[in-house]
């Protein structure tokens, strides 16, 4: 078989060109024949090798959000609770998490104006 690309010569069931490597087969999606990356009908049942075998990925819509993170540490939170059951830790923990988290506003609802000091 003769690469299209570089002309090498290339013994039968390759699949790649020897000089270029090139694909030199394309295996039909209907049965799975060899055939040359030029044909456009398959050679073993006819099948459109243009047509591709996967359907049309679906158009996603998108929408960009705005996220605030807020990492904290609490400090010697692991001396705490390193000898209790992972339930017993939660229990120790989320009153201090509950009082700490605050909700945030979205950022367009937030004021641009100075704040007064005293």
Do not use: H, W
Request: proline share 6%.
């Amino acid at each position: 078989m003769q690469c299209g690309q570089c002309g090498s010569d290339n013994r039968s069931g390759r699949r790649f060109c020897s000089g270029c490597g090139a694909l030199l087969t394309v295996a039909c999606p209907g049965c799975g024949f060899a055939n040359a990356v030029d044909e456009k009908f398959c050679g073993g049942c006819g099948t459109d090798l243009a047509v591709s075998a996967l359907p049309a990925a679906p158009v996603l819509e998108t929408e960009r959000k705005y996220v605030t993170l807020l990492f904290a540490d609490i400090r010697g939170s692991l001396e705490i609770i390193a000898d209790r059951d992972p339930e017993e830790a939660q229990a120790v923990l989320d009153p201090v998490l509950e009082r700490s988290s605050v909700r945030s506003t979205p950022l367009a609802a937030r004021s641009t104006a100075p704040m007064a000091t005293a």
